[in-house]
T-cell receptor
């Protein structure tokens, strides 16, 4: 367990509402990642961060934004949730770019 | 066509069997190859990490990478019911920010 927590663990929200998911780590890892997991697709990268205030887009970034104001926290925001964003969201961290990624427990999000 | 292809299964085997899990990929730039295990409603955890071609063994698990064929495998010897999980292959290129590309995952059930 790499000391990664995600909150909330479960959330049901309505279409059009903003949603923020939080990833918190205690390992002082430089790299942080947000993935979504859907049946038949495995894990797909949404956004990642390579340092405080340094973020970039991943494979499926449309409709999502991120912020990282502290090393330990990486926030994922859905500005206006849609049903296609119903998914399980995982946060991951890594101490350096060529190292393994450690995953959090996930957040199950349902958009009705 | 996906960059990484993985048979989703499910794969059902008796306890003690040898299990072979495979992924194929199309991007010749991939240098790092990983296998993650994911139990139901949990985050993925790293099983094996391999750089470039070759074999790596860890207990009952062996990972093989054949870059010439763009094919990776994970073998599980003497499979146990506790091995029942989804196995995800993942890979990334050299350098960069370790953006992993995942296969869709193979669900494995080992029955007593």
């Amino acid at each position: 367990d790499a000391g990664i927590t995600q909150s909330p663990r479960h959330k049901v929200t309505e279409t059009g509402t903003p949603v923020t998911l939080r990833c918190h780590q205690t390992e002082n890892h430089r790299y942080m990642y947000w993935y979504r997991q859907d049946p038949g697709h495995g894990l797909r990268l949404i956004h990642y961060s390579y340092g405080v205030k340094d973020t970039d887009k991943g494979e499926v970034s449309d409709g999502y934004s991120v912020s990282r104001s502290k090393t330990e926290d990486f926030l994922l925001t859905l500005e206006s949730a849609t049903s296609s964003q119903t998914s399980v969201y995982f946060c991951a961290t890594a101490p350096r770019a060529d190292y393994e990624q450690y995953f959090g427990p996930g957040t199950r999000l349902t958009v009705t | 066509q996906k960059e990484v292809e993985q048979d989703p299964g499910p794969l059902s085997v008796p306890e003690g069997a040898i299990v072979s899990l495979n992924c194929t990929y199309s991007n010749s730039a991939f240098q790092y190859f990983m296998w993650y295990r994911q139990y139901s409603r949990k985050g993925p955890e790293l099983l094996m990490y391999t750089y470039s071609s070759g074999n790596k063994e860890d207990g009952r698990f062996t990972a093989q990478v054949d870059k010439s064929s763009k094919y990776i495998s994970l073998f599980i010897r003497d499979s146990q019911p506790s091995d029942s999980a989804t196995y995800l292959c993942a890979m990334s290129g050299a350098g960069g920010y370790n953006k992993l590309i995942f296969g869709a995952g193979t669900r494995l059930a080992v029955h007593p």
